[in-house]
């Protein structure tokens, strides 16, 4: 278990406290948001996502006992000897899309993202559409770490890729790249 334990003060302003811990990068990093959201509400925040929250306030000049709890994917936060939360780690999603459809082309508009660095084999299946008429299209943009950028040095580090996605009559089998953003046009009827 890892204990995280420290004092701290409000001076003023209109916030609480925030307590980072699981700080990997400045991309991965987890807090305990305290007297946050106008100091009414306590919160653990991990990967940007609040997790439950709790109404709560820090008091300005008085000094807080605060303790974290770290084992495995569990999260114990106190408040003056007092438990706030007691949470799990949630496991983090890392495909994400949405879809909308064009009118006018009859195309279907996939944007989806893969956060995770491994690439991922996924089924999408189409609600409301009789069938998959024809292949579908892709523009891929992947990189091999979510921090690389282009430079002068390699300006095509980061790039958008076109390829060919076979789809079935009802659905899509692709593998998403790790760290990828694609946008996929399909015809449906």
């Known amino acids: ?3 995280l334990s420290l004092k701290a003060r409000k001076l003023g302003g209109a916030e609480g406290f925030l307590i980072l811990f699981r700080v990997q990068d400045e991309n991965q990093k987890s807090w305990w948001n305290i007297g946050g959201w106008g100091n009414s509400r306590h919160a653990i925040e991990i990967g940007g996502e609040i ?3 709790v109404p709560g306030r820090i008091e300005t000049g008085r000094w807080h006992d605060i303790r974290i709890e770290l084992a ?4 114990k936060c106190y408040l003056d000897g007092k438990l706030v939360h007691d949470a799990n780690t949630p496991r983090m999603k890392s495909l994400h899309a949405s879809a909308t459809r064009e ?3 009859g195309d279907i508009i996939l944007k989806v993202v893969n956060a995770s660095d491994q690439a991922l084999a996924t089924d999408i299946g189409f609600r409301g559409i009789a069938r998959l008429t024809g292949p579908a299209r892709a523009l891929v943009l992947t990189a091999d770490k ?3 950028v282009n430079s002068l040095a390699s300006p ?17 089998r692709h593998t998403f790249p790790g760290n990828s953003v694609s946008v996929i046009w399909v015809k449906g009827e």
């Open 146 to 148: 979510p921090t690389d």
């Open 103 to 105: 009118k006018s082309s």
């Open 1 to 3: 278990m890892k204990v």
């Open 51 to 53: 997790g439950q929250s």
């Open 72 to 75: 495995g994917s569990s999260i």
């Open 156 to 172: 095509s580090k980061v790039a958008p890729v076109t390829l060919g996605i076979d789809a079935g009559e009802s659905a899509i």
